[in-house]
């Protein structure tokens, strides 16, 4: 097996389904509502994290209304049946396929402006996997994407789509699936084999969700705000799971762990997150729970929401560019292979609200390139690179720059990445403002090539400013080494 390939997954899903509470340690979630967002928008987002050197694309798959009515996914063997209805969506597939069949789509926005990130891998404990085992297959990370997001017409709807096939087809893993709309998020956990729940997340609150369960007390007779399997309240009053009181269920507490794991790798990183959010709220980073929502300090923009995906607890002691006291988990990892800031935007038409925001490799060193959705075609350089350097690949260009500042993070960041960094963060953000502006003046066809033109654009420029920094960054570590030890001395 290559090192880092995602066969890798598989094999600590199967792990799982014997019997282990270990999950893939990767992935942070952060997830923003409209009234807390500071473009009046619902954000959804997340750091994939896999492997040093594993390259993401970029695609749009096409809408149909004769398409194939069955799905068989080449990492389980599951089969499951299709609607001939698919919607266009965009995804982040993997560089390398199974068995012909594009894997691990794990974001994208679909027709309807409904928004899907998959998966926040996460962890079951002992007792709620005996009662309720995890299956060899059924659905799992590297299908989640195209047999749910073309036939969805609303986040909730993703939930019941997703909570269906978890019930009737079993789960291979337990994880966190997120959905959004214009108007809202649900946050769903599958939790075992058979049994999920989600949670509406409240408006005016925002989330930063680590490999480990989080969801609290969910209501069922509360459909508004929560959503579950069947059998799933019954099961954990018949089993004594814990968490149980008077018909509702508290999700971490019955399926969860709480474990010296979950103390190094996974609430360290909700600690850095809600700080970020909240500066005055006073929590300790070895505090054995975090509540789910928070209430921002202020308006979160998708900057803000940037900046912590990008945090390896900057300004802290447990800095894992400087101190790392504790030598804690962070956000931010050299094993980032993409993250993604999903925006529906509801200040401008429907046909280019939807906003795919997308970031290669680490955010630290790297750069959320903004893309339409209403698209029919993606940049040429995200459909290309491997586990191999390749100079023409948006992963790798981006990748390159996290590279080239290992040696001396803290010094040639400040020096020369975060200047190139505001100014492309800018100028995209003006291009946007420009592009709608254009983009309300056409329809159709002609609005669907425009837009896919402004991506190329967008990631023509912002790559290209990349390049150039890269350029930089050698130039200056070359001449930062030394001739002889502890010395500045040029050569003659």
């Known amino acids: 097996m290559k090192k880092g390939n995602r066969l890798f997954t598989l094999l600590i899903s199967i792990v799982t389904v014997l019997g282990f509470t270990t999950s893939i340690r990767a992935c942070t979630t952060v997830l923003v509502g409209k009234k807390a967002s500071a473009d009046g928008a619902p ?19 096409p809408g149909t209304n004769n398409g194939p009515t069955q799905y068989v996914s080449q990492t389980t063997g599951m089969k499951l049946s299709l609607p001939k209805d698919a919607q266009r969506y965009t995804g982040t597939p993997d560089w390398q396929k199974e068995k012909g069949q594009q894997v691990f789509l794990e974001d994208g926005i679909n027709a309807s402006n409904v928004a899907m990130s998959a998966t926040e891998s996460t962890a079951t404990n002992k007792k709620a996997m005996k009662v309720d085992p995890f299956v060899k297959n059924g659905i799992t990370e590297a299908d989640m994407l195209p047999v749910v997001l073309p036939y969805i017409g609303s986040a909730k709807q993703g939930v019941k789509r997703m909570g269906q096939i978890v019930e009737q087809k079993g789960a291979v893993e337990p994880d966190g699936v997120i959905f959004s709309d214009k108007d809202s998020i649900w946050y769903m956990e599958i939790v075992s084999g058979h049994q999920w729940a989600a949670v ?17 007390q969910i209501n069922p007779k509360d459909s508004q705000n929560y959503l579950c399997s069947k059998g799933l309240v019954k099961l954990v009053k018949n089993k004594h799971l814990g968490g149980y009181d008077k018909g509702k269920v508290t999700i971490y507490k019955a399926f969860g762990t709480n474990n010296a794991d979950d103390q190094e790798f996974n609430k360290p990183r909700t600690w850095d997150g809600q700080r970020i959010l909240d500066p005055n709220k006073k929590q300790s980073i070895t505090q054995s729970h975090f509540q789910m929502f928070v209430t921002p300090a202020k308006k979160v923009s998708v900057e803000e929401v940037a900046q912590i995906l990008g945090s390896h607890f900057n300004g802290t002691k447990y800095n894992s560019w400087g101190e790392w006291k504790g030598g804690y ?27 795919q925001w997308l970031c290669m490799a680490s955010p630290a060193t790297s750069v959320y390139v903004p893309f339409y959705t209403n698209i029919n075609n993606t940049p040429s350089q995200y459909k290309i690179g491997t586990d191999k350097y390749d100079s023409k690949s948006a992963y790798w260009t981006y990748k390159e720059t996290s590279v080239l500042i290992d040696s001396n993070k803290e010094k040639l960041d400040k020096k020369y990445v975060i200047p190139v960094q505001n100014k492309v963060n800018k100028q995209l953000r003006q291009n946007i403002k420009t592009d709608d502006q254009k983009a309300k003046t056409l329809s159709g066809q002609q609005l669907q090539d425009y837009l896919t033109n402004c991506n190329q654009q967008n990631a023509d420029y912002a790559q290209n400013e990349f390049n150039k920094l890269n350029g930089q960054l050698i130039t200056g570590i070359a001449n930062e080494q030394q001739v002889v030890p502890n010395s500045n001395e040029q050569g003659k």
Not at 43 to 57: T, V
Not at 206 to 215: D, F, T
Request: no cysteine.
């Open 43 to 61: 954000l959804i987002a997340r750091n994939e994290d896999l492997s040093k050197a594993w390259a993401k694309y970029f695609e749009v798959y």
């Open 329 to 355: 988990r962070p956000i931010n990892s050299p094993i980032n292979v993409e993250s993604h800031i999903l925006e529906i935007r509801s200040n401008v038409p429907a046909d280019y609200a939807a906003l």
């Open 200 to 216: 509406r997340v409240p408006d005016d609150k925002a989330a930063v969700i680590p490999n480990q369960s989080m969801i609290g």
